[in-house]
């Protein structure tokens, strides 16, 4: 479960990128998400698709792992191809299947709209690869510091980020540990209709999401036993600190986002 689980998983590698302030990754991902917003055209996808794979091969993790964490959506991506196909008329009318029709700027569109979602899921997935989720929430409670003054409690946010990031593979782990018993006392979906498949698939969520829950009380059990106390003032083992390869890093991120926007004035 742990080669095939990778949303939410820190993957240990020797990189540039690792060692960077994890407020500097998340401010960059702000800035992709403004190009990928604004990305329109092939050209576009090609400098941001170019982009995404230069910050991949510079992490040093293989792309089978970027190519897992985009997986889980690719039903979604379809259904965006499709959806374009089917609504969007524009452009040339170069194919007819009985009663309905496809046109140039439908296929166009809905290649776009995929492209954009596969880049930037796959280049969001950095975040998580290469920083640990205690670093992760820690400069999420950081950069949200500001909002105090509108009332927002950062470090409930925070918090509820990291329990998030941690629950994650283990709520996986438990519903393949649940799946393996069940197949071990002979549950066989081969030759069902899809109908009964759902219904056994559904059925095994009760036992997951009751493990889940059990686990979320023991959970603040033990904090309330060692005196956690939410909002009460409390030292870090690692210190952010912003460096210069971090501004590096960012500024980076603003190559594709001038470029983006270049290509669509022109």
């Not at 008329?89 to 569109?109: T, W």
């Not at 596969?118 to 690869?129: H, N, P, T």
């Not at 782990?173 to 002979?186: D, F, M, N, P, T």
């Not at 005196?227 to 971090?246: E, Q, V």
Request: charged share 20%; hydrophobic share 55%; net charge positive.
């Amino acid at each position: 479960m742990r080669t095939r689980m990778v949303f939410g998983r820190y993957i240990d590698r020797d990189s540039w990128i690792h060692r960077l302030d994890p407020r500097s990754k998340m401010t960059a991902m702000l800035l992709f998400m403004c190009a990928i917003f604004l990305t329109d055209s092939y050209a576009a996808v090609l400098v941001m698709l170019t982009f995404s794979l230069f910050m991949i091969k510079s992490t040093n993790i293989p792309l089978s792992y970027f190519a897992r964490a985009v997986k889980p959506l690719l039903f979604i991506i379809l259904f965006i191809v499709i959806f374009h196909l089917a609504f969007e008329r524009g452009g040339a009318r170069f194919i007819d299947v009985g009663p309905f029709a496809i046109y140039a700027g439908g296929l166009e569109k809905g290649l776009i709209s995929a492209a954009r979602m596969v880049i930037f899921v796959a280049l969001a997935a950095m975040i998580s690869f290469t920083t640990e989720p205690d670093r992760l929430t820690q400069g999420l409670g950081s950069m949200m510091k500001p909002l105090r003054a509108v009332g927002f409690h950062p470090e409930k946010a925070a918090l509820m980020v990291g329990i998030a990031l941690r629950f994650i593979p283990t709520i996986f782990e438990e519903a393949e540990r649940i799946w393996k018993a069940q197949l071990s006392r002979g549950l066989d979906l081969t030759g069902k209709p899809l109908k009964q498949r759902a219904r056994l698939i559904l059925s095994l969520m009760v036992p997951v999401m009751a493990g889940a829950f059990r686990r979320a009380i023991e959970l603040a059990d033990s904090m309330e036993a060692r005196g956690y106390r939410l909002g009460a003032p409390r030292s870090a083992i690692h210190t952010l600190s912003w460096k210069a390869r971090d501004t590096v890093f960012l500024l980076l991120f603003l190559v594709p986002l001038a470029s983006v926007v270049v290509i669509s004035i022109n």
